[in-house]
């Protein structure tokens, strides 16, 4: 039987972060959640947009309905993914963050600097990430308005 929808997390890095995304599949594994890995899978250098839009197109697609990305410092891969208007991904550096992404900005894609950010951290950052609600409230105007860029 297929893999429920809401428990389907996609993962996606460049070279900059394959040993994090390793260890967060890993993790998301381990709680019970079916991981889509998109790569990439190894040592060679490619290019973060590539993966970035993979992993956008699952989300749009209904593949995943939440997805974790990690480039060397997170920002290339985030700027990438944020470049699609169902995408709503934040770079978070610690749990407040995280926390703060959910709440706020209803964040759909959690990104991380895998040369930046401590394994340890970055696991507190996914478990508060995916365990945080949106507040909804006068966020949802907001949020609304980050899909219709005038
Ligand atoms: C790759 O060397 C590096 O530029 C990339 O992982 C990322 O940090 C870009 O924003």
Same mark, same amino acid.
């Given at each position: 039987m297929p893999a429920e929808p809401s428990r389907t997390i996609a993962i996606a890095c460049d070279h900059g972060g394959i040993d994090l995304k390793a260890t967060l599949a890993? /993790?998301? /594994? @381990?709680? @019970?959640?079916? %991981?889509?890995?998109l790569g990439t899978n190894g040592s060679d250098s490619v290019d973060y947009p590539d993966f970035a839009y993979a992993l956008a197109s699952a989300i749009k697609d209904g593949k995943a309905t939440r997805g974790v990305l990690v480039c060397g410092s997170g920002i290339g891969i985030s700027i990438a993914a944020n470049r699609h208007a169902e995408i709503r991904a934040a770079l978070v550096h610690d749990a407040l963050g995280a926390r703060m992404c959910? /709440?706020?900005?209803?964040?759909? %894609?959690i990104a991380f600097g895998g040369r930046m950010i401590g394994v340890e951290t970055a696991r507190d950052c996914l478990n508060t990430f995916l365990n945080t609600e949106f507040e909804g409230g006068r966020h949802e105007r907001r949020v609304d308005k980050l899909s219709n860029p005038k």
């Open positions: 890993a /993790e998301l /594994e @381990g709680d @019970g959640y079916d %991981v889509l890995d959910r /709440e706020h900005n209803d964040a759909n %894609v």
